[in-house]
């Protein structure tokens, strides 16, 4: 056939990150064409000359690996969608190539069949044994708060999964899983649906986005005692950025430090013993840190119980988004814009070299406690 459907994934540290935007229409797509997988790390070729390719793009990097492939297959029509869609970028070192055409309508809706209802399904490439794969269960493709003033989350089309069909539960594969049960930040409702109607399997881990909301931490209590030995394998993400209640209030989170130490407490006595771990992601390079954020971010880091609940910390630099907020409404110094290929996505900072200190001041901290840590600040260049 002339026609594909793209999917992207990498493999990092003996892992399958697969970037699986068409299974909730596999079985629609299959009538119209073949599926392909593309290793995003490897140079990219396509089996036919002619044709068009559908493809899921999730993230700038793979809407540039797009742009090349239009460059290299002139006689292809690609067609892309996915939350790139929804991602705000600017086309600024040259022009898009004509044989792109993004699409914001669904899958279903661009084949004229909007009623379309089929089963979620996930046909694996070839994978070696013995590595883990991570896949994508969408729910939601909008967060129910929205505001946070550095956060790009506003689809055009906001897309809740109101048919849970726990089709990620069919696929066959017998090593490791991690399957993301993808919310920019789950609703209180929709963690109870899901978490109440999975159980314990130590090969599968579920990976979700939290708030600190007082209902998140109710459901939560709820299903860890009522599930007890029962309770999923799960890694949770509460994105604390920076925790303190000035920052919070300035980043407008609607959170408050306390109400992050009340949802990992909570989690820290009712999910002891149990495969529980907590994602915290940190940013840093603010260019409004005072010291006394600083010592907020100490006594916070003080009181988590490492030897009662698994932590793993993240950290980031401050990126201007376009389309933010921050980016609109605050007047901010720009450093460097930042690309992916052609496409700009918004700025570093300018900040002083007395806020680079602060930021310091707070890594040096975040690297003291006894955690894995990510660290992407690239020593604050
Ligand atoms: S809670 Fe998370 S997803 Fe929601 S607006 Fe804030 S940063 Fe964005």
């Not at 840590?373 to 260049?381: A, L, P, V």
Request: proline share 5%.
């Amino acid at each position: 056939m002339n026609s594909l459907f793209v999917q992207f994934y990498n493999t990092i540290n003996n892992r399958y990150d697969l970037i699986n935007g068409f299974s909730d229409t596999y079985d629609l797509c299959k009538t119209k064409g073949d599926f392909l997988w593309i290793d995003e790390n490897k140079p990219y070729k396509l089996p036919i000359q002619k044709g068009t390719v559908y493809v899921s793009v999730c993230y700038l990097t793979q809407l540039y690996i797009v742009y090349q492939l239009a460059i290299m297959y002139p006689d292809i029509k690609f067609i892309v969608g996915g939350p790139v869609t929804n991602t705000n970028y600017w086309v600024g070192k040259t022009l898009i190539p004509k044989n792109i055409n993004i699409i914001t309508c669904t899958v279903e809706e661009y084949f004229g069949v909007p009623n379309f209802s089929y089963p979620w399904k996930l046909e694996l490439p070839e994978i070696e044994k013995y590595d883990t794969i991570n896949y994508m269960y969408t729910l939601d493709n909008y967060c129910y708060w929205q505001k946070c003033i550095y956060c790009s989350f506003k689809p055009i089309k906001p897309n809740s999964r109101t048919n849970i069909d726990f089709g990620f539960l069919n696929v066959e594969y017998t090593e490791k899983q991690v399957i993301n049960l993808y919310a920019p930040s789950i609703s209180p409702s929709k963690l109870y649906t899901l978490l109440n109607k999975l159980t314990y399997d130590k090969n599968i881990r579920y990976d979700i986005f939290l708030r600190a909301d007082k209902k998140i931490k109710e459901v939560l209590k709820k299903l860890l005692i009522e599930k007890g030995d029962k309770f999923p394998f799960c890694k949770f993400f509460l994105g604390v950025e920076f925790p303190s209640n000035r920052m919070l209030k300035f980043m407008k989170k609607n959170n408050t430090v306390e109400d992050f130490l009340n949802i990992i407490e909570m989690l820290t006595e009712f999910g002891y013993g149990k495969q529980i771990i907590m994602h915290l992601p940190f940013i840093l390079r603010w260019n409004n840190l005072e010291s006394s954020d600083i010592i907020q971010l100490e006594q916070f880091l003080s009181k988590l119980d490492y030897n009662k609940l698994n932590f793993v910390f993240s950290v980031y630099p401050l990126e201007i988004l376009l389309n933010t907020p921050l980016h609109n409404d605050y007047y901010i110094d720009i450093d460097e814009k930042l690309y992916r290929g052609p496409f700009c996505y918004g700025f570093k900072p300018l900040i002083s070299k007395e806020q680079i200190d602060l930021s310091q001041q707070a890594l040096n901290l975040l690297n003291n406690q006894p955690v894995d840590i990510y660290d992407y600040t690239n020593g604050f260049k």
